[in-house]
Each structure stands twice: as structure tokens, then as C-alpha cells.
């Protein structure tokens, strides 16, 4: 599913299997996880993509695939039209200023033996963008850009908590100018109070700088907040896209309508009358996903016609993606 007007990034049917191997003393394949299975969606310059899922569902894999820190197996990701599947590395270099992350964990992300100065400068290092007061000037900049301070510079990861070095994170990823940044779970490792601080953090830097994101997470209500649309995933694959709004108020898949059943709400008349919908078992293997839709087996609506056919994402109206053969409220 595509909004109006050209797309900034563009993803097509992208695909990442990791294969598995086993004999020795010649390794063979003998399978794959399909970890990221046939994925398609756009965003917009200046828009917020949300990607929801539940833990295991290749949200990630998306992301780091998406910046070709993972190989795809196949399909296409086109930056302002160009496709950069087919590039070299050298080629792609230039790309990689356009493109940014910003890892899930904060305190893993940064390496313990570099200080926040050498962290935030060694991409400018790398694309050449200044050296000697230049480059400090920058990198005082982008430390006041996410609220730190000038001496914060000479000090080492271990000095700060948890949401200063996500802001260094953050910093890191503005080093070389973007137009669009990866936000794999950015806020899944902080305090809730530390949570509001970095997203208002990002949504004020999205107005003054105009950056797309793909902003990956669990908290459903915190991707409301942020997320012009909403892509929800499960094993591999997307199986409901729509604005969210239209995404809180009509979903239309069942694993839609599970997800959200499970997001708190705090008002205890409606809290106490809701439905809440517990999924049975636990997904399937990604190495082996169910035939027909990958749904079905813990599906409460499922048919035979889920068991023999695969439903594809198609558009039900309002610029609204459902991947199921029996849409909720169709």
C-alpha cells in the first residue's frame, strides 16, 4: 500500500532467509529461516512508519535488511527512486549518509572504549565532513541538537543512563545528515518516564530537520502516538497497513484485533467490559510456516480456503491493507 505522491523509500517484496547448514566437513544447506518473507510498503518524506509485531515476527530483520546490514535474499529497496539492492558497497558508501539506525539496545550499542565525542564523530570521520575544530564544533552541535552538554564529549558510555545514551545514539545517527532513520525499539529499554523524553526528543527533531522514520516497537499506544500509518507483521510477513487511526478505530485482521485487545486502556469501566482476545499456541517456525495463511493455525475465524491459499495484501478501501481471506468487519 502507497500514499499520495513519490515515496522517499520504497520496499518491494523484500525477502531475507538465513540459510541452515549442517555436514561436515563440507557444509550443505538443508533449509532457511524466513525470517523476512515477501515485505512491501513506502514512507513518505516526513512521515512516521510504525512496525508493530510481537517478538520474533522480523520486524528487525526488516529494518537492518532494509539498510543492507544484512544481505537480501531477494527483492528491492529504492532510496528517492534509486534502487539500491543491486549496488556495489563502494556504491552504496553515499547512501549510507541518507540512511541511518537507531539500535534497540543503548547500552550495547555503543562501544564501552570510545568516548561519546570519538562515538558521535567517527561517522563524520568516515564520510569526511570536517576534522580538527570543525569536527568538534559538529559534534558539540549534535549534543546540544539532543539535550547533552559540551564536556559530555570526553566521557565514556558507562558515565551515562539509559536515555542520555540513547540520546547519544540518537546523535550518532544525525553525525552525517539524513533524510530517513531506522528506530529499532528505541525506547524498549527505558523507563517509561525516560520513554516520552526521547520520543518528544524525535518528533521535535522530525519538524525541525524533516526526517522519515521507521519506527519499530512493541508499545502499541506509544506508536499511535508517533506513527502517521501503522504496518503490523506476523511471521514474516505484513498482514494489515492502514493510517492509524482507521488502525485503532476499524481493524480488520484478527491478529490486528488480538494486538490492540492487549494495549492497556485507562479508564476502568471500559478496561473491565472489553474484550480481550488470547491467542492459542505459539507461532509457527519461520523455517517451516503453515501452508496457506500463516495465521490460520491460531486464528479463531480460520476456514479452509486459509488452509489452501495464501491471501495477499490488497487494498479493502481508504488506503487500507488486509492480508486475510476474511477481513473483520468487511
Known amino acids: 500500500m502507497t500514499t499520495q505522491g513519490a515515496p522517499l523509500v520504497e520496499v518491494k517484496d523484500l525477502k531475507m532467509h538465513f540459510p541452515i547448514t549442517a555436514g561436515f566437513p563440507i557444509p550443505r544447506q538443508v533449509g532457511a529461516v524466513k525470517a523476512v518473507d515477501g515485505v512491501s510498503f513506502s514512507i513518505q518524506p516526513g512521515e512516521t512508519l510504525g512496525l508493530v509485531g510481537e517478538s520474533g515476527c522480523g520486524k528487525t530483520t526488516v529494518g537492518r535488511t532494509l539498510l543492507r546490514l544484512y544481505p537480501p535474499t531477494a527483492g528491492k529497496v529504492l532510496y528517492d527512486g534509486k534502487d539500491l539492492s543491486t549496488l556495489r558497497e563502494k556504491d552504496f558508501l553515499p547512501y549510507r549518509r541518507k540512511m541511518q539506525m537507531i539500535f534497540q539496545d ?37 549534543l546540544d541538537l539532543v539535550g547533552l552538554l559540551p564536556e559530555h564529549a570526553s ?107 492487549a494495549v492497556p486502556i485507562p479508564d476502568p469501566v471500559v478496561e473491565g ?37 495464501d491471501p495477499k495484501l490488497i487494498e479493502v478501501g481508504g488506503n487500507h491493507g488486509v492480508a486475510c481471506h476474511f477481513p473483520v468487519g468487511a
Open 273 to 309: 467490559t472489553r474484550q480481550r482476545i488470547i491467542l492459542e499456541g505459539d507461532p509457527p517456525s519461520p523455517v517451516n510456516p503453515p501452508s496457506g495463511c500463516r495465521f490460520r493455525t491460531r486464528c479463531p475465524y480460520a476456514k479452509e480456503k486459509c488452509k489452501e491459499e
Open 106 to 142: 543503548p547500552y550495547a550499542s555503543l562501544d564501552p572504549r570510545m568516548t561519546c565525542g570519538d562515538i558521535i564523530g567517527e561517522a563524520i570521520d568516515i564520510h569526511n565532513l570536517g576534522s580538527g575544530k570543525e569536527r568538534m564544533d559538529r559534534i558539540y552541535s549534535l
Open 155 to 261: 566521557r565514556f558510555p558507562h558515565e551515562f543512563s539509559g536515555g542520555q545514551r540513547q540520546r547519544i545514539g540518537i546523535a550518532r545517527a544525525l553525525a552525517v545528515e539524513p533524510n530517513f532513520i531506522v528506530c529499532d525499539e528505541p525506547i524498549s529499554a527505558l523507563d517509561v518516564s525516560i520513554q516520552a523524553q526521547v520520543v518528544n526528543l524525535m518528533e521535535d527533531l522530525q519538524d525541525k530537520l524533516g526526517l522519515a522514520y521507521l519506527f519499530i516497537a512493541h508499545d502499541l499506544s506509544m506508536v499511535k502516538h508517533i506513527s502517521r500509518r501503522i504496518a503490523v507483521m506476523y511471521l514474516g510477513r505484513i498482514v494489515e497497513i492502514t493510517d492509524s487511526d482507521t488502525l485503532y478505530a476499524r481493524p480488520m485482521h484478527p491478529y490486528t484485533l488480538a494486538l490492540l485487545s
